[in-house]
């Protein structure tokens, strides 16, 4: 048993981390992570994080060892956020908390999970930390690229870089960690791409297989002007739906949670006004989780839809080769010898562009008719 037995596909990246927990000379008090989304970077952070606080060096048994894995130990913190950015304030509160000397542990580490939607004002606090360390704070930064981070950040931190794991290593992975069948966790690892949370939910999760098989056959049938203005908008109905299945208790416990503190009657019809602006406030907070929430599943399923495409040209290239969609392949001959490889590459550059327009905040209905109304199969 090791701490690093989670961390999969990534031997360059596992050997520098420990030889820093092994070699003083080797450690540094800033580090960044960066690798595509689902390779793992916050795996690796807090496997590296229990391997600083465990006496043994990352045994992966010890109770530093696991508490540090799953965040709950008193010198590790986990910073994720669920809105669009991370605030300044939040920013401050972790230099603060950067200040403390740790309580029972080596290091204090904080791994920031999102540092590419630290706030340029945000960004700006945290490097007052990175520039002035405490002597026995870690930091460890996680993003999906280097260019992702603001250049002072960067420069004042080691980047180690997470590479996509093999489909084989991510199956292992959902088969011996999460007991899933061997044949389940090739098709779940091959459909999410390598991305292992993704690939854990298609595996464990029938609901959201359903829904990308959904998505993907979209590719196979968008003819006319009609079809794709509904493709486009089936897909942000299968978002939103995600989005409220996902959000609706936790919105209605935080209400309720909210309302219990500010001794407020829940039943009450109309609630005073320092009530009023309280909940108004969480409400906006629930809104903004529920609208990243959204486009993250949108660009998901716009993942899978480029996959269909991508597969077809490699089907036409090198007929027989291995396809994300290899549970679909119906799907993928059909678009295959619909489109000639240009027009595969166009529709591949149509998908790309709308995940650009919806990260750029167009509303992802208009992105998504513009793109599905290129994707139309010839008659
Ligand atoms: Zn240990």
Known sequence: MSVWRDVIGQEAAVA?????????????????FTGPPGSGRSVAARAFAAALLCPQGGCGECRECRTALDATHADVDVIATE???????????????????????????????????LTERAADALLKALEEPAPRTVWMLCAPSVEDVIITIRSRSRHVRLRTPSVEAVADLLVRRDGVDHSMALYAARAAQSHVGLARRLARDEHARIRRHDVVSMAGKIVSVGEAVGAAQDIVTIAQEESAAASGERDAAERARLLEVLGADPTARTQPPHVRSQVAALEREQMTRATRFTRDVVDRALVDLLSVYRDALVHRTRAGAALVNEDSRAVVTRVAEAFTPEQLLRAMDAVGTARERIGANVAPLLALEAMALSLRLPR
């Open 16 to 32: 520098v981390l420990e030889r820093a927990v092994r070699d003083p000379a080797s450690m540094t008090h800033a580090w960044l």
């Open 83 to 117: 809105g669009l950015s991370i605030k300044v304030e939040q920013a401050r509160d972790l230099v603060q908390l950067a200040a403390h000397r740790p309580s029972v542990g080596r290091y204090r580490v904080i791994v920031v999970e999102d540092a590419d939607r």
